[in-house]
Every structure is written in C-alpha cells, then in structure tokens.
C-alpha cells in the first residue's frame, strides 16, 4: 500500500486596513505588522492623496510645494485601485492610513478589507501634534514658525472624521470593525497584539512586538510623505526604535498645562473618541494598569518604544 500523503493547503489571504489620526502609535503597529512574513505593507495612501494628490483638500504653500513636490497619479481612485490588486504570493495585505483623509471619499474605501481602528488620548495626540508641527527634528525650526494645533488639519480635528467614519463601515458593511487603543497597546503589547491577530484571522508571533531599527522599510510609500519624514520626523521614533515597551502605569496629560488653542481642540474631539473608546478590545481587568494623574515616567520612554542600548567601545565611549 502506497504511502498517505496529505497536501497542506494555503491559507486565504487576510487584507486588513487601519484607520487612525497622527501620533496615535500608527508607525509603530505598521513596523509590528511587518515582522509577519509575506505581507504587502502600505503606508497612507490616503494621505497622500489628500494632502499631495489631484484631488488633493489640503492647499500646501509654495514652499512646501517646492519641496515634496504633487503626487498627480495620486487621485482616490488610483489609490483604491492599488489596494484592490491582486497579491500573489502574499498571505497579508496591510494598509495603515489616517480617517479624516476618506472623509467625504467613503466610495473610494476599498472593497475586500477588515476595517480595524487605533486611537488615542486626544490630549496626547494633540499635545505631540502642536510640539512636531512647530519644531520637528529640524534646529531652528520653532523660532522660524508658530503654529496653531489645527495647522493643516480637517474641521472635525481628526477625530469627528475617524468617528464618522467608524460608524459608517459599521452600518454599511455588516461588520463591527475592530478598535485598539493605543494606551491599552502600551499596557500589555503581547496580550493587545494577540487578541487583534484572532480578531481579524492575522498569525500572532512573540517577533510581533520587537524589531531591528530601520528607516529604509520595504513598503508602498509615496515619495512625498517620504520627504515630509525626512523634515518634520514623523515616523523617526518609530523606525528608530527596537519594538513597543510595556508602560506599566497609564498617564495622564495635565489639561491645564497645555496652550489654549490645544485645550480648545481637545474639548471638542474628546467626545468622539470617549465614543469610540466604549466600544474598543479592552484589556483582561487583571491586567489594567494603574493611572498617573499628571506628567510623565521620567525612567520610561514617553512614547512606549524600546530604543536600542547604549553600547560602549573598548575605551568605554558610547556610540
């Protein structure tokens, strides 16, 4: 009798999109998602073609014009056409992007996709924003402006857009789309990770949650949010980093320190995610880390990445 032999099948391919706002972690889950083998990675797509594209909302100025110059292919059928290609070969197709830039575009989302959401504390995310938006990695770069926190942002702050669009995929696809919040991410990164992969059929490997530091990452990228990377440092703790640390004690950004265009963007936001934080994958109650009131850890790294140690040459200079 001949020998048995069963074939092992190819598991279908999972295409998954994030949606989330600027300085919510974004970068970080996207470097965490690209430690899967075989996956096809896109970086906001959407953005682009908000901010660079033919249909573009966001007027840049002259300067920054000059400088990143138009992505004309980049219209929004364009950019769903890209993600609705096959990918053979690939067992993931990954696309993180940020709401507000489909706003007004839902016929443009594309089709095939598990909708996923990652948000956080508007006070943080708005208290980063105006401090990026007005230095960056650039010297000098605070004293030549300053910029409201509302600087080149939609009329919803970001956050009115995320949440419409939410309930939007919520009563139109049938499906309760799936929302991370980055705060809960930062308390168990292992858990969190593991419970998103069984939601939306992703393979969950402990690799997930480190990762070499990188700048040069192998994805669909657009050449002028590239140049907005290399200006303003968008994604460079992110890249720069070796995977998300566990932040054991939850903090809370002291309201009435921060400048009152940001206190008035936070006021109007903080409703909109309050609802979407209801409805988000919640951490084992065992497991919900304690709240610090105000300011930050001084002995953790404020944005939850692990950086790479400091290492010392035979003469004990570090490099």
């Known amino acids: 009798m001949g020998d048995i032999r069963t074939e092992t099948k190819r598991q279908p391919q999972t295409r998954v999109m994030l949606w989330s706002t600027p300085r919510a972690l974004s970068t970080a889950f996207l470097r965490s998602i690209h430690t899967l083998s075989n996956a096809e990675i896109f970086n906001e797509p959407y953005v682009t073609a908000w901010h660079f594209g033919p249909q573009r909302k966001y007027k840049p100025n002259k300067l920054i014009v000059f400088l990143m110059g138009c992505e004309e292919k980049y219209s929004y059928e364009w950019v769903k056409e890209q993600l609705e290609k096959d990918f053979p070969g690939k067992d993931v197709v990954f696309c ?185 994958l919640k951490l084992d109650p065992d497991t919900e880390p304690a709240t610090l009131e105000k300011g930050a850890l001084k002995d953790q790294n404020k944005n939850g990445y692990i950086f790479p140690e400091k290492k010392d040459n035979e003469d004990g200079r570090g490099h």
């Open 96 to 280: 993180k992007d940020f709401g507000y830039t489909i706003d007004g575009n839902w016929e443009h989302i594309p089709k095939g996709y598990k909708h996923t959401f990652l948000i956080r504390e508007p006070a943080k995310v708005m208290k980063s924003w105006k401090e990026r938006i007005n230095c960056g990695p650039l010297p000098g770069m605070g004293l030549i402006w300053k910029r409201s926190v509302s600087f080149a942002m939609p009329s919803g702050y970001m956050y009115k857009e995320l949440h419409d669009l939410y309930f939007h995929l919520l009563e139109t696809t049938g499906e309760d789309p799936l929302i991370l919040d980055a705060d809960d991410l930062l308390a168990d990164p292992k858990q969190m990770m593991m419970k998103y992969c069984q939601a939306i059929g992703l393979p969950y490997r402990d690799e997930m949650l480190n990762w070499e530091p990188n700048e040069k990452m192998n994805w669909n990228v657009a050449y002028s949010n590239l140049i907005a990377d290399k200006i303003m440092g968008w994604y460079s703790d992110a890249m720069n980093s070796d995977g998300l640390r566990q932040k054991l004690v939850r903090t809370k950004v002291d309201i009435k320190s921060l400048p009152d265009d940001v206190k008035e963007v936070v006021k109007f936001v903080q409703p909109f995610y309050d609802a979407m934080y209801k409805r988000r």
